[in-house]
């Protein structure tokens, strides 16, 4: 720890003040969020987070897929130490998702503001545009950009599922920002953020080392057969779009099954047409999320989908379009940014698991540019995207202090000559 | 046949004229209809069918669940003999089914107006409300009404797909009418249809000649599960509300393979919440319809399905609510009306074929009151509830004449003293 703050603290209740206040924004049912990305509830989180920032001092600057970044200067010009994430929620979301990170970023500063605290780099804050990908595909869209992995133009041509596209949206909300991507690479690149899985809660571990993100394949399957009447078509001569959908989501579940480890597989999104109970739906669209540690078996289970997708296109005749949505490859995180991480987490009295994660998020795409890392904090029963998620403020409290910590090294923070902790 | 009038036949092309503009109104891409019950377009194109009762001089009365009968006058007072069908759709709908038995009907007055023929008894011609089901449970909910198996109080009381009930609907659209339910039961009944299966046309014969209609159970199955992030939760802590849907997709289809005979097995309707890629489902909705000619058959389908929901809901720990929507046993029809058709179809130099009906028809409400019968046409290769649902001209036109024969005999029918054909 640089000198003179090594008992520097956050405020715990300032931050749950934030959680809560950004809370209401699209708040829903049981306690969750809506705020599916570049949507009027967006906006309006957007908007109260920019006034955060403008309230600490930040300099704002909004880029053009809509990333905005709140800048504190160093004693030295150059790239920031940066903590991120994202505000954008899916439809039945949680409060934590994301938002922890960027709003735990900005109680670091408020807390260096307060202490007088100086940094030799400059901090930055930062949110994401479209984390989630709920509304359009695919998720990490606003890093991606950022890092200059997809190309703006052709993001902001993307249609979402209702059917207007990301530069509209970013147009109409007042987000489309002229500063430049991809953008200038951060000294370093810190994400607070719930784990969204069970592992830590059931353990009974206060900090998750994240060592690194799981590989994502998100594949839309379109199915076209022939709808006819549901009475008087023998089951031999059928080309049931609805029931080749259902054979998917048979497989997927026992090929996941089937090879352990790591891979997960979600159907999440279906849609039948007509969808009219006395009719064989003659198109049906789903979705399939599989995720793996290993880019070999992610593979390995993508090809033994599409040799299903196949097999079904000839035993039921329908025709069958696949479309990749998103593929990241697994993404190891730098081993020093790993070990900071866990030591600052010890030094402050916490226990530590190292693991995987098995969401995505914007540290993977960061980690491409500068050194990364992320903190985990406990979910209790792992729930996430979904109203229950929750994270107990002592946890909060303890991920916010080890990200205090880890930036400060980082940015090299120090009281100004002549004040003392 | 009745004196004076064995020569009698339908005009062609003024039947071809009435299904042609009655497919105008809800028309569809590639040629069909979408003319949901109790929708604008069912309202618009009971309008027209009704202009059309009133300029051939019959009597129309509507009844409270939107039931429409014209007649024609006989010699004698006393209940008609009715010729009927229904002018719905299903929302990818063809422009045949029902709408033929209707407007057959209208054509077999036109030609006894032409001709001068009065008959004993009087004549009808009905069309009954929501045959189809596709937008109010169940099905055959006009006829249901009109022959009093269910009650209109509970019925005006369903809401539909899009949360509105029918009641409303009736009011909205002018065909909440005062003729008494249940109805006087006609003297007999006649339902000219299409096969809207393959069979017919396979075997390039031109009647049908119906013995029975198939029972029919629909179930809608909700399921709810557990929503969480589709990366980090472990395929073995899962209450995936969405696979479980897919298992009973994949359970319906083996089933009715493994039945054979006649059975058949659709899911035709799903729903999946919040339906986004990366959300394992915390509530799916689906519908199964399953038929079969033999009533022990049906039941059994129906209690294998219950057993793999009840094991699905211990294996995969979803909680599952099973909702009947239609129940309707197989249906005999008298076999001296069985007789009849046959024996005029024969008459008229056609061939002929004893089959079971694969959908369900208001004609097997009315088999409950009075003597019933149904004649087939060929569907060109079974469309149906498809746009590309299509009977060759020849085909209407040889099954409205065998509608027209069996009519006057039913009815009585004749040339008054002093005309002579």
């Known amino acids: 720890m640089t000198s003179g703050i090594s008992n520097l ?15 209401t924004i699209g708040a829903i049912d049981g306690g969750g969020c809506a705020r599916l990305a570049l949507s009027d509830e967006d906006k309006a989180g957007r908007d109260l987070v920019c006034r955060w920032m403008g309230e600490l001092g930040l300099s704002i600057t909004v880029d053009a897929i809509g990333n905005v970044v709140g800048v504190r200067p160093g004693r030295q010009a150059g790239p920031p130490v940066m903590a991120g994430s994202h505000i954008d929620t899916v439809r039945t ?15 670091v500063i408020e807390t260096l503001n307060e202490a007088g605290v100086e940094t030799e780099h400059p901090l930055a804050v930062a949110f994401f545009t479209n984390e989630e990908g709920a509304r359009f595909a695919p998720d990490m869209m606003g890093s991606l950009v950022f890092t200059g992995v997809l190309p ?3 993001v902001l041509q993307t249609r979402g599922i209702d059917g207007s596209s990301v530069g509209e949206n970013l147009t109409r909300i007042g987000y489309a920002g002229n500063a430049p991507v991809p953008a200038q690479s951060p000294r370093a690149y810190v994400e607070l953020h719930i784990e969204q899985g069970p592992v830590l809660d059931h353990e009974g571990i206060d900090i998750g080392v994240v060592e690194s993100v799981q590989g994502i394949s998100w594949t839309e399957i379109e199915i076209a057969g022939v709808s006819n009447h549901a009475g008087t078509t023998p089951m031999s001569l059928r080309c049931d779009a609805g029931w080749a959908a259902g054979s998917i989501i048979a497989f997927v579940r026992e090929m996941a099954e089937e090879m352990g ?4 597989a979600t159907v999440g999104r279906i849609e039948f047409f007509p969808n009219l109970v006395n009719v064989v739906p003659n198109r049906a669209v789903l979705t399939v999320d599989l995720r793996n540690t ?4 992610l593979r390995s289970a993508e090809a033994r989908l599409l040799a299903h997708v196949a097999a079904l296109r000839d035993a039921e005749k329908v025709q069958i379009a696949t479309r990749c949505l998103a593929r990241f490859e697994p993404v190891p995180f730098a081993p020093e940014m790993t070990a900071l991480v866990e030591r600052h987490a010890r030094a402050h009295g916490l226990t530590t698991r190292r693991m995987p994660s098995g969401a995505g998020h914007d540290a993977q795409m960061l980690a491409a540019v500068c050194p990364a890392a992320m903190i985990f904090v406990p979910s209790v029963e792992g729930f996430s995207h979904n109203v229950r ?3 107990h403020p002592h946890h909060i409290e303890a991920g916010a202090n080890v990200l205090l910590s880890v930036l400060c090294e980082l940015a090299g923070a120090a009281k100004p000559a002549g004040v003392h902790s």
Request: net charge negative; proline share 0%; hydrophobic share 40%.
């Open 93 to 107: 979301g949680g409060r934590f998702d994301g938002n922890l990170g960027v709003l735990a970023g900005l109680e």
């Open 294 to 297: 290993r880019e070999e078996s």
């Open 152 to 154: 703006l133009a052709d």
């Open 9 to 23: 603290k956050i405020n715990a209740g300032r931050l749950q003040r934030r959680l809560a206040d950004l809370a």
């Open 389 to 391: 998620e929750f994270t």
């Open 261 to 264: 480890g790591s891979q997960v």
